[in-house]
């Protein structure tokens, strides 16, 4: 994906955002970016959100589409939404992204496969061909069973093993101490593992 969009519409302005405190001059963090976005109308602060979790959103589409340009249209669709909807975003904007991006690849596949008759079964059980290029991206399944779990640990554990962060990075942008975060992703493992019997190979490759 080599180009995202930019936003064609402003998300409505909201009165009860305000810059956000505690985060000082860093002015490339995200909770500044939005801001930005939303009460400036900061067209620039868009892209460099946009830019920064492009990879995510692109990796959650193509792992559960058939082509790259599905894969494609999904996460500009996934980033317009983002742009319409950035005044309503409360929590983690990764995590966000990740679940828009997860569920819009979801509804297109099962739309086309349903037009070509396909059975519910055969979504659900059927893999979806990997992407060769991506042999350590987690599979569809583990994309299928992060949505469902509570925010609180699907956020953690996107940040953590899809964007890339450490537990000391986590727990300052989230305000949480380290070991609140480690017991997070440990209890968010376990959940994913409880879920599905996994074991969880296909996303411990960054722990």
């Known amino acids: 994906m080599n180009k995202v969009i930019d936003p064609k519409e402003k998300s ?9 405190t505690g985060i000082g001059s860093d002015e490339s963090c995200d909770s500044v970016l939005l801001y930005r ?24 589409c193509r792992r559960n589409s058939r082509s790259d340009k599905d894969a494609e249209d999904a996460a500009n669709e996934c980033l317009f939404l983002f742009s319409r909807s950035a005044s309503r975003i409360t929590g983690s904007i990764p995590s966000w992204l990740y679940v828009v991006a997860t569920r819009l690849a979801m509804r297109r596949l099962l739309r086309d496969r349903r037009r070509e008759t396909t059975s519910i079964h055969a979504l659900i059980t059927e893999p979806i ?14 994309d299928r ?28 942008e989230l305000g949480l101490s380290r070991p609140t975060v480690s017991r997070r ?23």
């Not at 976005?37 to 946009?50: G, H, K, N, T, Y």
């Not at 992703?185 to 722990?207: E, W």
Request: glycine share 4%.
């Open 12 to 20: 409505p302005l909201n009165a009860s955002h305000r810059c956000p």
């Open 37 to 60: 976005f939303i009460e400036r109308q900061d067209d620039a602060a868009f892209s460099l959100l946009a830019n920064r979790y492009a990879a995510l959103v692109y990796s959650a």
């Open 129 to 142: 061909a990997p992407d060769p290029q991506a042999n350590s991206e987690p599979s569809p399944d583990i």
């Open 145 to 172: 069973i992060l949505v469902a779990l509570p925010e609180q640990h699907r956020t953690i554990l996107v940040l953590h093993f899809l964007v890339g962060k450490n537990q000391e990075e986590i727990a300052r």
């Open 185 to 207: 992703i440990r209890d968010g493992l376990a959940l994913l593992r409880k879920t599905h019997d996994l074991h969880g190979r296909d996303i411990l490759s960054h722990s």
